[in-house]
């Protein structure tokens, strides 16, 4: 299965909606909040300016790479300017080219699994192969040094880090980043730090990988973007930040593929990071109050095992044992997904997706009523199970 198994998922329970069945999709990877107000309407002035209406830079707006330049500053305690910065087409974009700026043919790149599938399809993308480093629900689903080692090959050029990650909401600690920076520089490996779910870390402040190692600063290229923290997926705005090689590398590419990232998007972003941070505040609020609504609650259920995720916008809880429960029923999380689809009218992700083929994916980056409606509905779909 493929990232795009979930927007399967995501259609499938849309169709289900068009018939008019009333479906809650916890299957988005997203959150469910329209852009602020005043994103838009930054947009809709830029729209309406003919200084929009042209041709751009390839780096990006000068205001917003100095914009994600200082955010940076400020997360790593390091210096950091506009010409550090690449704007991008989302993160994604950003992930691609990082991974084509460093890879050679063939070589490899250390992943997460449970991870994000796009990590696996922008690595291949690059030409390079994915090693998988499995981390574990008992390990909070925390790579280490040990771990790192364990996939390591002659031929590894990088790591990718996502802290908080997709599926699994794990955060990593200053010292576990310490301690993998170091273990990436022994080994002359590029860390590539994706932090864009770093606006929603729940029990604690965010540490990216720079402020916790900032030696690592020639070996690490950040990626991080608009999408998450404001609601704005379908916007495309990210960015790169690395070495002046890396940056010089993505800026040609830009350059000779898209030309640039569209000026209104780039003008809605830097309203999103310049302007009113309350959305943002507002949404991690009721974040951290669903996650914990529905932790509590699927732990409640019989044969599913939730761990509380530190960051992040989803619960992965592991569904082994209700699958040994019932193998009469089931074989596989996509069966209890479908189940809980057809049964409960809840939409969720199955780990397959993720290379977790015993868990669910579930996205509390929605409405309390919708996070109470689908936990009543959960409730009553495991009572009819005997
Ligand atoms: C870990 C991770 N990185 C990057 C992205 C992509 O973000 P963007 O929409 O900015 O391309 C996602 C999206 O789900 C993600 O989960």
Known sequence: MSDNAILAISARAAELCAQGTDVISLAAGEPDLP???????????????????????AAGLPELRSLAADRLATATGLPWNAEDIQITLGTKHA??????????????????SPGWPGHHGAVQAAGGRVRSIPVRAEDRFLAT???????????????????????????????????????ALRHDVWIIADDIYDQFVYDGPHTTLLAAAPR????????????????????????????????????????????????ITQAAAIEALAGDQRPLHEARTRYRANRDLLTDALNTLPGIDCPRPSGGLYVFPSVAALLARHPERWTSAADVAAWLLDTAHVAAVPGEVFHAPNHLRLCFAVSDTAVREAIQRLCRAFETLT
Request: hydrophobic share 50%; glycine share 8%; net charge neutral.
């Open 145 to 183: 040094p040990q771990t790192l080692d364990l996939a390591l090959t002659g031929r590894t050029r990088a790591v990718i880090l996502a802290s908080p990650g997709n599926p699994v909401g794990a955060v990593y600690p200053r010292e576990l980043l310490a301690d993998i920076a170091d273990w």
């Open 95 to 112: 992930l691609a080219l990082a991974l084509q700026a460093v890879l050679g043919p063939d070589e490899d790149v250390l992943v997460t």
């Open 35 to 57: 852009t602020p107000a005043n994103v838009t309407a930054a947009a809709a002035r830029a729209a309406a300016d003919p200084a929009y209406h042209r041709y751009g830079s």
């Open 216 to 263: 690592a600063r020639d070996r690490c290229i950040v990626v991080n973007g608009v999408s998450k923290a404001h609601a704005m997926t379908g916007w495309r705005i990210g960015w790169l930040a690395g070495p002046a090689s890396v940056v010089a590398h993505a800026f040609r590419n830009v350059s000779q593929t898209i030309t640039h990232v569209p000026l």
